[in-house]
């Protein structure tokens, strides 16, 4: 087995019927740009009854069509939210819990001490979360997994990775394995991905191979480490 295997995203996820909802961060091959992307799937009417949406630098989960909302607490909610000198990513609400810890001075790990797995039993589902600093002309990123400690949800186990920028490489975390009853949530360590220069590559790649029925948005964003320019391309499958 090599640890060191950089994947192909899109091998990883095709033919899967349900990964949830994923995280990945990286580095471009070039070194030139911070690489987030965040995507949904859904099952139900209720979770397939969502788009992404901009406000200002900040990306949004919201309803499709409002009138067909059966329960909003986890599926409505800001996936992505700009700090001073950093950027959060997370799958639910959790986003901003570490942006409220992050300007109280409390680190990302610690922002989310207050937090657990969703209370959907019988799946639990993590809470994946992530977070770049960026820095001098370059970042550095941390992953967190909130995971039930058993079938039962009476305990809670907290992961934390933190990684180097390198060229080339990202990590992707996602909050299942598979489809199931219940889902089995996600295993082991982020996944180590290969991240292209092409943003429009990187974007198709993983569309392209989201499970088509399940599937419902993606987001990503590449940000310039020398002048701060953001390129981001956003897909939704209501539209």
């Not at 987030?36 to 799937?41: D, E």
């Not at 970042?139 to 909130?146: A, G, N, Q, R, V």
């Not at 489809?179 to 590559?201: C, L, M, S, Y």
């Amino acid at each position: 087995m090599n640890i060191y295997k950089i994947n192909d995203i899109g091998e990883l996820i095709k033919d899967n019927p349900y990964v949830g909802r994923g995280i990945v961060i990286g580095k471009t091959e070039d070194a030139e740009c911070a690489v987030s992307a965040y995507f949904i799937m859904g099952r139900s009417n209720n979770s397939r009854n969502r788009v992404f949406v901009k406000h200002g630098g900040d990306l949004y989960t919201e309803p499709y069509d409002a009138s067909k909302v059966e329960d909003p607490s986890l599926i409505i909610y800001a996936a992505v939210r700009e700090t001073a000198g950093g950027l959060i990513v997370t799958n639910g609400d959790q986003t901003d819990t570490v942006w409220d810890g992050l300007n109280k001075g409390l680190s990302f790990s610690d922002s989310l001490k207050s937090r657990e797995f969703e209370p959907d039993a019988p799946n639990l589902t993590p809470r994946i979360s992530g977070y770049i600093t960026f820095g001098e002309g370059d970042f550095t990123y941390e992953m967190s997994i909130l995971k039930s400690a058993d079938p039962l949800g009476t305990a809670c186990n907290r992961y934390t990775f933190s990684y180097p920028s390198l060229s080339g490489l990202g990590h992707f975390i996602h909050t299942y394995v598979t489809d199931g009853n219940p889902i089995p949530t996600f295993q082991g360590e982020p996944e180590r991905v290969a991240i292209p220069n092409d943003i429009d590559a990187f974007t198709n790649n993983l569309w392209a191979n989201l499970n088509e029925d399940n599937k419902i948005s993606l987001y990503v964003r590449y940000t310039n480490l020398a002048n701060g320019e953001i390129t981001e391309r956003l897909i939704n499958k209501n539209s």
